[in-house]
């Protein structure tokens, strides 16, 4: 495996993959370890969580330096992205044992319950743009529950998927509780028939999603899919306009727009779409494009060569099919995988701005008559992960919200993860849950126990 950084175009370093059978010894000493580690009880696992959180704070510098310098997220949000993830050992280390404590039903026995008890190894297929925040917001609730994880990383973040290893021993976990399995994407499917692997959590692509969920499907084992989404950025006519404006560039823009609940459709209300639009562009034009490792860099580059390939053909033929280019739609002249913010006004159905996931700097602006017309808009994607309404009235912002078909919405504000809060999308973003008491919830065995 190649770790190639993305702003130089420069390798990093090289790392040796597992054959299929180092990868298959790895699964079954998991399995053993998770013989031991399920039988320990909340207060030990909290303490390791704490430990944990300890760590990634202490590292942080160097942790969010690697992961820069493999994937391209600037510098302050890799920081952001490991504060976090600690955030997040911690919100379970407090809240697991709470979530998961026995449920006494009153029924015709003389005492009935619900109980809650790890399924074993749970298999994790991990995508590189958040390569941190996205194997935690997994690990922390799956091991507070009991389980154990193998993990196969995305093929451009090694050195991350070695470090998340590293850092699990060095809190003190036991051997082989947490394990990274340096594999390739067609090896995936042997461990998910693995009889020793219990469940899967894949976090990726619509093709990835299928191929796990089918494969899994086979075995008869339980899947969580979190895979892509095109957000909408909903601007209703009675909407701070500034407000919705500046979070606006924040939500597309967040980790060079490679995020799945970035804002992608940005519909707004034709009696407002020029002032929207003059002031994006405004914003847009003073954002400084550069090294993402330099502090002062508010855009840096895309992961790989080929996002940046498919952005700049999403970008043309929607312009070819009648869109405006308002700015950017060009490579800069510069070294490394840089694709300019993009603003596309009049885009329309039939464009690939309108309708297929865009993984970068574009913001797809589709003007609209009516909240009708947004709402329907909105819906008129195969994807169902998040979205946001701006408007001044935030009953007007709730009835919206209830209307629009996805797994989270934000009224008035930024789209994002939060451990508080149940994650995940319907249609072809995905289904099961992460995070909150329902993410949790996905990897144990909810056991009726009734006593006569």
């Given at each position: 495996?190649?770790?190639?950084?993305?702003?130089?175009?420069?390798?990093?370093?090289?790392?040796?993959?597992?054959?299929?059978?180092?990868?298959?010894?790895?699964?079954?000493?998991?399995?053993?370890?998770?013989?031991?580690?399920?039988?320990?009880?909340?207060?030990?696992?909290?303490?390791?969580?704490?430990?944990?959180?300890?760590?990634?704070?202490?590292?942080?510098?160097?942790?969010?330096?690697?992961?820069?310098?493999?994937?391209?997220?600037?510098?302050?949000?890799?920081?952001?992205?490991?504060?976090?993830?600690?955030?997040?050992?911690?919100?379970?280390?407090?809240?697991?044992?709470?979530?998961?404590?026995?449920?006494?039903?009153?029924?015709?026995?003389?005492?009935?319950?619900?109980?809650?008890?790890?399924?074993?190894?749970?298999?994790?297929?991990?995508?590189?743009?958040?390569?941190?925040?996205?194997?935690?917001?997994?690990?922390?609730?799956?091991?507070?529950?009991?389980?154990?994880?193998?993990?196969?990383?995305?093929?451009?973040?090694?050195?991350?998927?070695?470090?998340?290893?590293?850092?699990?021993?060095?809190?003190?976990?036991?051997?082989?509780?947490?394990?990274?399995l340096m594999i390739p994407s067609p090896m995936v499917e042997a461990i998910v028939v693995n009889p020793r692997v219990a469940a899967v959590t894949l976090t990726g692509s619509g093709?990835?999603?299928?191929?796990?969920?089918?494969?899994?499907?086979?075995?008869?084992?339980?899947?969580?899919?979190?895979?892509?989404?095109?957000?909408?950025?909903?601007?209703?006519?009675?909407?701070?306009?500034?407000?919705?404006?500046?979070?606006?560039?924040?939500?597309?823009?967040?980790?060079?727009?490679?995020?799945?609940?970035?804002?992608?459709?940005?519909?707004?209300?034709?009696?407002?779409?020029?002032?929207?639009?003059?002031?994006?562009?405004?914003?847009?034009?003073?954002?400084?494009?550069?090294?993402?490792?330099?502090?002062?860099?508010?855009?840096?580059?895309?992961?790989?060569?080929?996002?940046?390939?498919?952005?700049?053909?999403?970008?043309?033929?929607?312009?070819?099919?009648?869109?405006?280019?308002?700015?950017?739609?060009?490579?800069?002249?510069?070294?490394?995988?840089?694709?300019?913010?993009?603003?596309?006004?009049?885009?329309?159905?039939?464009?690939?701005?309108?309708?297929?996931?865009?993984?970068g700097p574009l913001f797809s602006i589709i003007p609209v008559k009516s909240e009708a017309d947004a709402i329907a808009v909105a819906n008129d994607s195969e994807f169902g992960l998040?979205?946001?309404?701006?408007?001044?009235?935030?009953?007007?912002?709730?009835?919206?919200?209830?209307?629009?078909?996805?797994?989270?919405?934000?009224?008035?504000?930024?789209?994002?993860?939060?451990?508080?809060?149940?994650?995940?999308?319907?249609?072809?973003?995905?289904?099961?849950?992460?995070?909150?008491?329902?993410?949790?919830?996905?990897?144990?065995?909810?056991?009726?126990?009734?006593?006569?």
């Open positions: 495996m190649k770790s190639i950084n993305p702003a130089l175009n420069m390798l990093i370093s090289e790392y040796p993959e597992h054959s299929a059978e180092e990868a298959a010894g790895i699964v079954e000493k998991t399995w053993q370890a998770g013989l031991s580690f399920k039988e320990t009880g909340f207060a030990y696992r909290r303490e390791l969580f704490r430990s944990l959180a300890l760590l990634l704070r202490s590292d942080k510098n160097r942790l969010a330096r690697l992961m820069t310098g493999e994937m391209g997220k600037i510098i302050r949000e890799s920081e952001a992205e490991i504060e976090k993830c600690a955030l997040c050992c911690e919100y379970y280390a407090e809240h697991a044992e709470s979530m998961l404590c026995d449920e006494i039903v009153a029924t015709d026995a003389r005492r009935s319950l619900v109980v809650f008890q790890p399924l074993g190894v749970i298999l994790a297929v991990m995508p590189w743009n958040f390569p941190f925040w996205q194997v935690f917001r997994f690990a922390a609730p799956s091991l507070m529950a009991g389980n154990v994880a193998v993990m196969k990383h995305a093929s451009n973040v090694p050195g991350c998927a070695l470090a998340i290893e590293d850092l699990f021993l060095k809190a003190g976990f036991p051997n082989d509780v947490f394990r990274t093709p990835a999603g299928s191929s796990v969920a089918s494969a899994a499907a086979k075995q008869i084992k339980k899947a969580v899919l979190e895979l892509g989404g095109s957000d909408a950025f909903i601007v209703l006519e009675d909407a701070d306009l500034d407000r919705a404006v500046k979070v606006a560039v924040t939500a597309r823009l967040l980790n060079q727009g490679q995020s799945c609940i970035a804002a992608k459709r940005f519909i707004v209300h034709e009696a407002v779409v020029e002032e929207f639009t003059a002031g994006l562009l405004r914003a847009v034009s003073e954002l400084q494009v550069g090294d993402p490792i330099e502090p002062a860099t508010q855009v840096g580059p895309l992961a790989r060569a080929d996002l940046v390939d498919d952005m700049h053909r999403q970008v043309q033929t929607s312009v070819e099919a009648g869109a405006t280019l308002v700015c950017g739609g060009r490579r800069p002249d510069r070294t490394g995988f840089y694709y300019l913010p993009t603003i596309l006004g009049d885009v329309k159905k039939g464009m690939p701005a309108y309708h297929e996931e865009t993984f998040g979205g946001s309404v701006w408007t001044r009235d935030i009953v007007r912002g709730e009835k919206v919200a209830r209307k629009l078909e996805t797994g989270a919405v934000f009224v008035n504000g930024l789209m994002k993860s939060d451990p508080r809060l149940p994650f995940g999308g319907i249609k072809k973003s995905g289904y099961g849950r992460e995070l909150a008491s329902y993410g949790i919830k996905e990897f144990v065995n909810i056991k009726t126990i009734w006593i006569g």
